[in-house]
């Protein structure tokens, strides 16, 4: 049976006695070189059951717990037992978190390798349903303890609402966003009336390209696409702002201090956002229709005027009011979900990224299925 070990006392050592390894000194990274290289020639012999025993260690790191696990590991592979594996205590949550993160990942979790390919997708697919589900499930009991803070909230007003953080918030949702906004609305109402026009011309009705652009504007396409860009530009920062206040452990230090998190970081961002969004809608309508009318001078000759007597009798105070009625609902879902998952981000870089994206993708598509559920209801009730 071999044994190793240096005897120019150096900052870190090992020796082999009988079917003990003894572990000693100073297992840092700047002795890693020198025992990675001995242990790499320790010569144990026939399997047999061996115990570690790093009680003499002074300091360890990460680099020298690493190589005590890896050398336990190779001689378990090499057909030894190793019965036990004795550090100093202060050191034993270290060599857990080393062994945890360095453990091979299963490998029916990268591929399912019994699985034939059909089975496979079928799986993948009826995992991501269940996780939608709960997905789901956990977003409406987060909606729940929101509407009880609400309601408490309209109880005691003076008591709960933070009008300062909630104006802050109508200012940032609101008031910054009207650039892009109104940019994206002017443009839309451009192609718009160009595409309706083209079409239009083949018959002779280029007139009715306004009431095209009216009916469209003012009832589906503003409040569509202002939801949308909002959703974009709002919902990702709530989700990004408080899931990095959650990696930097602020929520936590709110929550110790006896802060409700929800009174104080979620509702004065779902009422800025409800209060902000109706009025970029009417904005929205607003610009599209200035670029409309735009588009209609120059490309049919329609004056300023005239424009505005077709549109007068094409619209009316319906046709603004079932656009703006959904504004509220898309602001209340769009900032839910963004704090929402905001509130889920793990303690990690990544994470705060990975939710940022899904926040969009959810809010996104809450917001057209929403809209369309909107569209069949006023269908049925002649609206």
């Not at 994206?357 to 209801?377: C, N, Q």
Request: hydrophobic content about 50%.
């Amino acid at each position: 049976m071999a044994s190793i070990e240096n005897t120019a006392e150096p900052a870190a050592w090992f020796k082999l006695e009988r079917n003990v390894l003894r572990a000693g000194g100073r297992w840092t990274i700047a002795e890693s070189a020198r025992l990675d290289q001995q242990l790499q020639g320790l010569d144990v012999g026939s399997g047999q059951a061996l115990t570690i025993d790093g009680s003499k260690i002074e300091k360890l790191d990460s680099t020298g717990a690493w190589l005590l696990l890896r050398t336990a590991r190779a001689l378990e592979a090499a057909g030894h037992k190793v019965s036990s594996f004795d550090v100093p205590e202060r050191y034993g949550a270290l060599i857990k978190n080393i062994d945890r993160d360095d453990q091979p990942e299963p490998e029916r979790k990268r591929r399912g390798p019994r699985m034939s390919p059909t089975v496979y997708r079928l799986y993948r697919i009826g995992k991501a349903t269940m996780e939608a589900g709960r997905q789901g499930w956990r977003m409406l009991g987060y909606l729940g303890r929101v509407t009880v803070e609400t309601g408490e909230m309209i109880a005691a007003p003076r008591k709960n609402l933070r009008f300062a953080a909630m104006m802050h918030q109508v200012e940032e949702t609101g008031i910054n966003a009207l650039p892009i906004v109104g940019l994206l609305a002017f443009l839309i109402g451009v192609v718009l009336a160009y595409q309706g026009a083209d079409q239009l011309k083949r018959f002779g009705a280029e007139v009715f390209t306004i009431n095209l652009l009216g009916v469209g504007m003012l009832r589906e396409i503003g409040g569509l696409i202002t939801a949308i860009i909002v959703a974009g530009r709002s919902g990702s920062a709530f989700t990004a702002h408080l899931g990095t206040m959650r990696v930097n452990q602020e929520i936590d230090a709110m929550q110790t201090m006896g802060l409700d998190t929800v009174d104080t970081l979620v509702l004065p961002r779902i009422i800025g956002l409800v209060i902000s969004l109706p009025l970029l809608t009417f904005y929205a309508n607003i610009m599209g229709l200035i670029g409309g009318a735009v588009m209609c001078y120059f490309d049919l000759g329609i004056t300023i005027p005239t424009f505005m007597r077709q549109l007068n009798e094409a619209i009316n105070v319906n046709t603004l009011m079932v656009g703006l009625i959904k504004a509220p609902v898309f602001a209340f879902v769009i900032s839910l979900v963004g704090c929402y998952e905001g509130f889920q981000v793990e303690r990690n870089a990544a994470s705060v990224g990975l939710l940022t994206t899904r926040s969009v993708v959810e809010s996104v598509f809450l917001v057209i299925v929403i809209d369309a559920a909107f569209s069949i209801m006023f269908s049925v009730l002649g609206i």
